[in-house]
């Protein structure tokens, strides 16, 4: 299984093309080479493959914090999950469940929220979708200086609120508002909630896969056997035809013999 990234920038015509679009670039280029791995077409849409489907939630939150350091630029992101067809050097020429689930999600999910999910499974859409909704009551909100917090906060988790202020030049108190605007911990819960139950749902389809296989394979065997089982039959049935055939002739050559 994999995960799809689909999205568009907001608000894209009210800056430089040129200041965005480096921004963006920059983010997506941190999860693999373009065009293999991510996208940029139409201008302002893109799409991003995460493989490690655990991750794709990460992704759209380091994207969206990316360019809200922007002011007045915003993103809408529909992640799919799925299987993948095939895999050729373009993402975008690429198909399959994955594709699909992102693009469902992205045309109908966002119209009332900037980041949705759609997967094959409808409980874990109908968790998440929620989740994401409240979630975005604040990251919709976020300033340019919430968002540059919670970028940091997030791609160096383990660094202090010291060593934050230290790179923006502010205060550690400064820090902790920031983070607390930005609802830095509870969004990071949910990602963690995230994880726990895409993975939970791809280790179960990996074993239903396992069994199904198991089963496959233990059918296959039960035919074989029951091929062997026949051929052995014929096998005797035409040894003991053959061994009738013999013993006639046999008695026909003594007969000959004790008629001369």
Known sequence: MTSILTGDIINS?????????????????????????????????????????????????????????????????????????????????????????????????????????????????????????LALLTMDSWTKNSAEVFKISLEKENSTQNEIAALLGITQGRVSERQKRAGFEPIMKLEKRFRKIINQKIKKEMEFQVYEENDILSDTIKKLKVRTENRKKEMDNFKYTLNDENNVKIENIIKKEKSK
């Open 13 to 133: 015509r009210k800056k430089d093309d040129n200041f965005w679009l480096e921004t963006l670039k920059e983010a997506l280029s941190t999860f693999g080479d373009s065009p293999k791995y991510w996208q940029i077409y139409r201008g302002d849409s893109f799409q991003l493959e995460i493989e490690n489907c655990e991750n794709a939630f990460y992704a759209a939150l380091k994207l969206k914090s990316h360019l809200k350091s922007i002011e007045n630029i915003d993103v809408r992101i529909g992640i799919g999950i799925g299987e993948k067809e095939f895999n050729v050097p373009e993402i975008t020429a690429s198909n399959g469940e994955a594709f699909i689930n992102s693009g469902y999600a992205f045309d109908t999910y966002l119209k009332k929220q900037t980041i949705a999910i759609k997967t094959p499974w409808q409980e874990v859409d109908a968790e998440l979708n929620i989740a994401f909704d």
